[in-house]
C-alpha cells in the first residue's frame, strides 16, 4: 500500500477561481492530500509574495511532496518560489508545457495563471504534471537531463547560502 502525495496549493485573488477548481480536483483524488494555504475568501486577499513562500516552505522542508501556486500569469508567483532552495518551479499555460515542466525539468512546483488559464484546462495541466516522471517520454535524453538538473542542484550550493 502506498502512502498518499502530498500537494500544498496557494493564490493570489487573481488566482483564486482557478485554485478553486485544482482543489475540488485534488480532493477528488484518493492518492492525494491537499494542503491548502488560501486564499480562502475573495474579500481577504492576500499578494503572490505573502502566498508562494508558504508552498515552497512546504516543498522544501518535505512537508509536501509538490505544490502548486497560482496568481494572474504564474510567473510572479514562480519567481518567488524560485527563490527557495530546492524549489524547482515553473509556468505552464498548456498540457504540453505542464508534463514537460516535470519530464525535463523536474518541476515540484507548478504555476499557473488564472487570467491565463481556465479552471477546466487548468485541472488537465495539473493532471498531466503530476501523471509524468522525470525523463519519461524523452528516455533517449535521460543522461543529458539529470547531468542539466545536476548542474541546477550545483548553481543552487554555489548560490543559496
Partial sequence: MSSKMTIAIASDLSGYPLKTAVVEYLEGREDVTVMDFGIDDPEKPQPYTA?????????????????????????????????????????????????????????????????????????QIVEAWLSMAFAQKMEFKKDFLAENFALVQKLEEKHFK
Fill in 51 to 123: 502566498q508562494a513562500p508558504k508552498v515552497a516552505l512546504a516543498v522544501q522542508s518535505g512537508e509536501a511532496d509538490k505544490g502548486i501556486l497560482i496568481c494572474g500569469t504564474g510567473q510572479g508567483m514562480a519567481i518567488v518560489a524560485n527563490k527557495h532552495k530546492g524549489v524547482y518551479a515553473c509556468v505552464a499555460d498548456s498540457v504540453f508545457s505542464g508534463e514537460r515542466s516535470k519530464i525535463i525539468n523536474n518541476a515540484n512546483v507548478l504555476t499557473m495563471g488564472g487570467w491565463i488559464t481556465a479552471p477546466f484546462l487548468g485541472v
